[in-house]
Each structure stands twice: as structure tokens, then as C-alpha cells.
């Protein structure tokens, strides 16, 4: 908790310190929803089709801040909506924002194709991360040396993972891993350096230059796939403005749904 209060300040501190203004975006018409980089593309995918139907909508996701930084935007007056992967605290909670869950993203595993491999049971995977094979030979691939990537301590993919998926839970990540600081980072490590393997919320986009692996069989897309972290959008209701509700609203509706599915995540009921 008190990691989180911390980055929380930074966070707060560097939107300051840019100038980060809620009301001069209000004032233009602009409306950025900041805050984790899980999901993203599912959330750039659902403003651009608001945009379709909202010509007059200007609605921005920019780069990751973080749960945290979305939190402590939202929480200051500093944005109207942010995005989060995580649950809020109940102190995050009493301060007044409202949390609207919109999508389930599956926890993916995904390597450089260079590995030759498409799946790895459970105990491939936990002897991966935890250091005790290091060459993909090992576990059926290619003559290479792994290279993991990993995320930090309080990262949604990673905490996910170890609610979710076996042997996670007091799974001690081998020291000799990466340790990328946001979603983009990690995929972009292992699209581009050879033997690398990293996890992160599944989208099809992942699809793209990389591996995404089935884990003991089963797709990251698939019923039953063990690891999941949940995307929601949050708010405080008197700073809510009219753009904000329609968009709040519409990552709910029929055709939102669809684009969510499409995507390989999984809508909220």
C-alpha cells in the first residue's frame, strides 16, 4: 500500500510539473482518458468508433501512466476519466471515484518467434521464469539462449498472474530477467530481441511479430484459460462531462461488445 501511495505522488507530481490541466482540456473539447497501457489498443479500437458515431467527439488515449497514475489523475482533478487494471483500494474508493468495470483481458505469454516454440505446459513455464531452463532446447525449441522479461511487483498483468495461474503465486521470477516498466515496453522487447519471452494483457494485436503461446493447450482466447485482469474505466461524477458520460456509457453497449470480442477479450456482464 505504501508503493502505491508513493508512485501515486510522483505520478501526481510529473502531471503537475507538465502541466497536465483537466480544465484546459475541458475547455477544448478534448477528452484523454489516461492511465494503464493494458488494453489499450482495445480502447483505441472503442474511441475510434465513438468518433464514428460522435462527430463531434474528441476522445485521446495517450501513452501509459500506469493504474496508479490514472488513480491519482482522476483522484487530483487532473483528468475527468482514467483507465485502470486493477481494483481501486478502499481509500482510492472513499475519495469519491466511481469504478466502471468494461472488459476482461487473458493474461498472455508471448516470445520472439526465433524460440520455435508454440505452447509450454505449466512446468515449462515455471522453469522458465524461474531460471531453471535457460536455453529453448530445453523445453523443445530452437538452440537459444532465453531471455526473459518480466514486470514489476505491483503490475496488474503480473499480480493476475499470480492470483490466477498455477504455480505463480510464490513464484520467485529469476534475477537475471528484464524488468520492463510498461505493457508497450515489454512487447517491444521481445518483437525485437531474439529468445526473449514476456507476458501481458492478450489482444490479437499481439499476434503480430510474435509467438502468443497456448498454456498447458489452451489459447489465451479460450474458455477456461486460468489468468485474467479486468479494464475499467473510472471517474468522479461531479467532474463527469457530458462527452464523458456518452463514452462511459457506450464501452457497455451491444456494439462496444463486439469490438471487445473481436479483440480476443472477454466483454463484462
Not at 458515431?53 to 501509459?64: C, G, L, N, R, V
Not at 516454440?117 to 532446447?137: E, H, M, R
Not at 494485436?205 to 509467438?211: I, V
Not at 458520460?245 to 472477454?266: C, E, H, L, W, Y
Amino acid at each position: 500500500m505504501q508503493n502505491r501511495s508513493l508512485a501515486a505522488l510522483y505520478v501526481l507530481a510529473a502531471l503537475t510539473f507538465y502541466g497536465f490541466s483537466a480544465p484546459a482540456a475541458a475547455q477544448s473539447g478534448n477528452l484523454e482518458i489516461v492511465g494503464t497501457g493494458d488494453g489499450i489498443d482495445v480502447l483505441q479500437a472503442l474511441a475510434a468508433e465513438f468518433r464514428k458515431d460522435e462527430k463531434s467527439a474528441q476522445i485521446e488515449i495517450p501513452p501509459s501512466i500506469g493504474s496508479g497514475g490514472g488513480i491519482a489523475a482522476v483522484g487530483s482533478g487532473k483528468a475527468i476519466v482514467g483507465r485502470i487494471a486493477r481494483k481501486l483500494s478502499s481509500a482510492e474508493g472513499a475519495t469519491g471515484i466511481v469504478y466502471k468495470p468494461f472488459a476482461r483481458l487473458p493474461s498472455a505469454f508471448f516470445v520472439n518467434p526465433s524460440s520455435g516454440i508454440k505452447s509450454l505446459d505449466t512446468k515449462q513455464l515455471l522453469a522458465v521464469y524461474s531460471g531453471d531452463v535457460t536455453n529453448w532446447k530445453e523445453v523443445g525449441g530452437a538452440d537459444l539462449r532465453i531471455r526473459v522479461v518480466r514486470r514489476e511487483d505491483a503490475d496488474s498483468t503480473l499480480t493476475g498472474l499470480r492470483a490466477g495461474m498455477p504455480g505463480w503465486k510464490d513464484l520467485a521470477i529469476t534475477d537475471k530477467s528484464k524488468t520492463a516498466t510498461t505493457t508497450q515496453e515489454a512487447i517491444e522487447t521481445v518483437r525485437g530481441v531474439p529468445g526473449t519471452i514476456g507476458f501481458g494483457p492478450f489482444s490479437r494485436t499481439l499476434e503480430k511479430g510474435m509467438t502468443v503461446l497456448k498454456v498447458d493447450g489452451r489459447y489465451p482466447s479460450d474458455p477456461q484459460y486460468p489468468s485474467s485482469v479486468e479494464l475499467a474505466l473510472i471517474y468522479k461524477e461531479p467532474m463527469a462531462t457530458p462527452q464523458a458520460k456518452q463514452f462511459i456509457d457506450f464501452v457497455t453497449t451491444p456494439k462496444a461488445r463486439g469490438i471487445i470480442a473481436s479483440m480476443g477479450n472477454i466483454p463484462v456482464q
